[in-house]
């Protein structure tokens, strides 16, 4: 996404002025064009007088019953048919997210002597992945499931089975304590675990341990990547119209024991590096009467696939190297691929969610360049207007820088992603639900605030769901930052020397 | 049961190795010096196994969880050995960067009752797993944890690590800090890191003509084997024997230490002369600023104790008793500012050549309650790396036992340790003989 300055000029105050003005204006066009109307239809009245008022009323007493009911049916059933053809609202009840248990930890010199102690990685390959490490933007608290503390690491299958079992039950024991719900009013559950992929599958898991109904629409979302968490979102959108008075639960996890890769290839190495154990339980619903007690309501997913593209498909690819280990392999032009996905997104998503006038002023700019050719850079629309805040997926310190600078926003804007990539580390798909409590477990959700959540994944896919909240969260919120929040925001440095 | 023990195979199995780190990160740049006492143990281990019934909270993933919370009060043992390159002590200095401690999951193919009456000497070894350093000792865990699982569901905790991060006391303290983290109660005796408590005085009067004499002994070309076996004295064995004395003013310890000294002297020369006995004493309360039970490091003070053996066991019994109660603070201060003054050369062997014995049973080790109201069925200590004439270790006995039993584990050469456990003098007083070389 092209990214040069706009020209000195804009940035003197008395443009800046000028620009605040022209939003308000075009904004609140129809208020501006209202207000005159009225106006004129007051002097219009006060002018004529009660007799002329009267004489109106008398006319329209006149009339034929069945104009007058015909007239009236008419709005009703035009009201009925704009009723029923809108979307039925999808409101988020509550969510909850897994809370690592301190004791699986991985401190920087623990992974280092691990790295050093296993006899299947040589000097090279450790000294790579501590660089990664050090300049990754993760801290000392993030963990690792149990398996991956023992030398070497046992990844059998049975420990990629309890690891599910841990994470995905307490994120939702938790979230059915929060909301109340009985398991029983479950209608939709949707799973999405991009690397491992069981049968019975994750989602047969849930339903045997928390004895849900037998004709449940359950789904299992596998290799989808890390943007699966937002797919699932529209999934159970999609199925919420189909089917009215429902509630839906949508786990995103990601599952670490079975993918840590003992192999010398170094574009595959990052991923042990940087996931890391979590998972996010999320409760949607179609009821009116959750209305009053629901968090968040769904406005907008937009998904786009660059997959058509072959260097965006090859991306993120899971191969074996030479030596026959299964790992998954990072190309170097990820960054550039990303940055094309989320251009493509932003594209469908401008119009959707910007205000009159940045669009106008983006078709402006379009017109000129275009249509006659004026040399002018492509405008980029101020995405700050649209939303109060921003949760980019904590793929990585490289993906939020590039998105920072994409998209112009503050280190304030970014700051939940970059903590929650500290706090937790890349927990894939469920990174989203973790920058979301950070907000909240700040006192920075406000009744009316807009969120923008992008996810981006192999494939490769770039995603966006829109929230809108409905009530202001109060602070303390007890989730997995309750233990942690008054020690953030940290400074995090470029590079951390491993102790 | 004659069977021996280079044909039966060891019970005991060890699976898993993992790292178990602190519950909070440690700040970045704490390290932990050692004290003149600490460099000078440098070429021995501590270990200790503590053995426990089946209880419910007393599972390996528990243990594994509050061994994470205790860890939390202790940043030097998780860190890692690095040169000391400022002008400390030693040549060694722990960088304390939160890299965690070893664990070991281990199963032992037998109830815990069996095995504590049948095991061999090697299999109670077996139970605290330790690891040599390695080449590069910052990858190296000093200390290492072992969790074995017996067929009845009881657990032993091993807990093994080198001499220079802590002596027994302090491990012993370790312990029962660990369990009272489990118990979630509140720790008693919090560690105490404060390694100036052993820097030399204002005016230093450096001398220990003991230590310096231990010093030059060339070590051994071809040092024997070594192996070892436990007796267990009751409470009224051990008053017996303090009847035989027929001396006042006698501690279990002076009974039971002079009688080994005795005994062990006997078998190796058949004429008994004036002989020489090293003492190691827990000094922490004997200094005139009394250090707490938590000291963190090592405490031990070395001394020698002449006696005529040939004038009989109360002669020698009362000599000990005499050093013991003697001991000087200026002594003490004397021989650690000796040792602070070559702290820079290399570390000489403590426990050995000659006969050494460790007077530890005043030093409570079975308060290491896990499940409330359920101590150790039994524990058990050794030390690393002894050679020459031998080790005796004088420690607490089981509490069934009453207040005044006393387990005294001996390690000698091994042919000499065959002919102590079948010692009349001693089996007269009818200790159970555990962890023998052979069944």
Known sequence: MANEPLPPFSSSVRLK????????????????????????????????????????????????????????????????????????????????????????????????????????????TVRFQVKILERSGLGEETCLPPA????????????????????????????????????????ILIVNCSLFSPTPSLSAMIVNKYKLRSNILSFNLSGMGCSAGLISLDLARDLLQAHGNSNALVVSTEIITPNYYLGKERAMLLPNCLFRMGAAAVLLSNCRRERSRAKYRLTHVVRTHKGADDAAYRCVF????????????????????AGDALKSNITTMGPLVLPASEQLLFLFSLIAR??????????????????????????????????????????QHVEASRMALHRFGNTSSSSLWYELNYIESKGRMKKGDRVWMIGFGSGFKCNSAVWKCLKTIKTPVDGPWSTSIHRYPVDVPAVVKVL | MTVSVETRRSRVTVYAKSTAPSLTPVKPGKTHEFTALDHSMSRHSVHLVCYYRQAPTVTMTALKESLCDVLSYYPAMTGRLVKNEGDGCGEWMVKCNDAGVRMVDARADTTLDEFLATATDEEERQLAYWEDVGSDPYLWSPYCIQFTDFKDGSMAVGISCTHFHADPTCVAVFSRAWSETHRRALVTCPPFFHPWAFYPRKNPVPSSPHLSEKSTIPPPLHPPAMSSVTFAFSASSVRQCLADLQLSNLSPFDAL???????????????????????????????SAPLPLGFYGNALHFFGVKADLSSGWSHIASELNRHVSGIKEDDVWSSVEWLHERSKEKAFQMYGPELTCIAWDNVPVYNAEFSPGAIPVYVGCRIGNVQGEGLVVIMAGAPGEGEE????????????TAQIYRDEAILKYGPKIMFSPNI
């Open chain 1, 17 to 124: 002025y000028v620009k605040l003005g022209y939003q308000y204006l075009v904004n609140h066009i129809l208020t501006f064009i209202l207000i005159p109307i009225i106006v004129g239809i007051s002097i219009e009245l006060a002018r004529v007088g009660p007799d002329e008022i009267l004489s109106l009323l008398r006319f329209l007493n006149d009339l034929d019953l069945i104009y007058v009911m015909s007239t009236l049916f008419l709005v009703i059933i035009v009201g009925t048919v704009y009723f029923m053809s809108r979307p039925r609202p999808v409101y988020l009840v509550d969510y909850a997210c897994f809370r690592p248990k301190p004791n699986f930890r991985v401190p920087f010199s623990t992974f280092l002597e691990h790295a050093r102690l296993v006899p299947q990685f040589d000097e090279r």
């Open chain 1, 148 to 187: 991956n503390h023992y030398i070497p690491p046992t990844c059998s299958m049975a420990a990629a089975r309890s690891e599910a079992e841990l994470v995905i039950f307490s994120a939702i024991d938790e979230l059915l304590n929060k909301t109340g719900m009985r398991p029983k009013n479950i209608d």
């Open chain 1, 318 to 337: 899971q191969e074996q190297d030479s030596e026959g280990l299964t790992g998954i392999n990072l190309s170097k032009d990820l960054m550039a691929i």
């Open chain 1, 370 to 411: 275009k249509v006659f050719k004026a040399k002018w850079k492509p405008y980029i629309p101020d995405f700050r207007l649209a939303f109060e805040h921003f949760c980019i997926h904590a793929g990585g310190r490289a993906v939020i820088d590039e998105l920072q600078k994409n998209l112009q926003l503050s280190d």
């Open chain 2, 257 to 287: 230490a002079s009688l080994l000294w005795l005994q062990i002297s006997s078998y190796k020369s058949a004429s008994l002369g004036t002989a020489q006995l090293t003492l190691a004493v827990d000094c922490r309360r004997r200094m």
């Open chain 2, 405 to 416: 039993a006393r387990t005294v584990i001996v390690t000698l050469p091994t042919d000499l």
